[in-house]
């Protein structure tokens, strides 16, 4: 019988390696600063953060769960329950095309599936020349209007496919020429 004791073994928590900017990094942690005081402060964060960087970089999750004393989990779930928020940078033109039942009922599904196919891309999806984000919203408040889509901040009522079209491309000349 041995009277030594058993070793105890102290775990050492290394952060894994972050692909954060130092700018990404200090507006998450300002915003963390500003707002982990809040009850329920996990949703106000996520929209600082994604007003501030553009998105929820994923290598701010380790980040924002050991400011707000949350797990990786937690922090995981809600940013991934939540499609508002953007996991990856938006193309220089973010889309919301709205899905509510007004827009449906006046060719929204239609004009859904135009979209989809002359951008290339689904929702939450970028075109490959970063143009172009298209998002889903379930009303935009313009139900006499529709269908409606939301171009940045500009809302355009009674959208064809064909006015889609041209607005897609006013936007992308828009990007490339910014005057």
Not at 7 to 14: A, H, L, N
Not at 68 to 90: C, D, I, M, T, W
Not at 120 to 143: K, M, Q, R
């Amino acid at each position: 019988m041995s009277s030594k004791a058993p070793r105890r073994v102290i775990p050492i928590k290394v952060e894994p390696p972050s692909a954060l900017s130092a700018a990404e990094r200090s507006a998450v942690l300002d915003a963390c600063v500003r707002l982990k005081n809040l009850p329920g402060a996990l949703m106000p964060l996520f929209h600082a953060v994604q007003e501030a960087v553009g998105y929820v970089p994923k290598d701010s999750v380790p980040l924002i769960a050991r400011e707000l004393n949350l797990s990786l989990a937690e922090v995981h779930g809600v940013l991934s329950f939540y499609h508002y928020f953007r996991k990856e940078p938006a193309g220089r033109h973010v889309v919301h095309l709205c899905r509510a039942e007004a827009c449906q009922a006046v060719g929204a599904v239609e004009l859904e599936a135009h979209a989809k196919r002359s951008l290339g891309i689904d929702f939450h999806a970028t075109t490959a020349d970063g143009a172009i984000t298209l998002e889903p919203v379930y009303c935009l408040g313009n139900c006499a209007l529709g269908p409606s889509v939301m171009i940045d901040d500009r809302l355009q009522g009674r959208v064809s496919n064909s006015r889609f079209d041209d607005l897609i491309a006013r936007a992308r000349k828009s990007a490339v020429n910014p005057s």
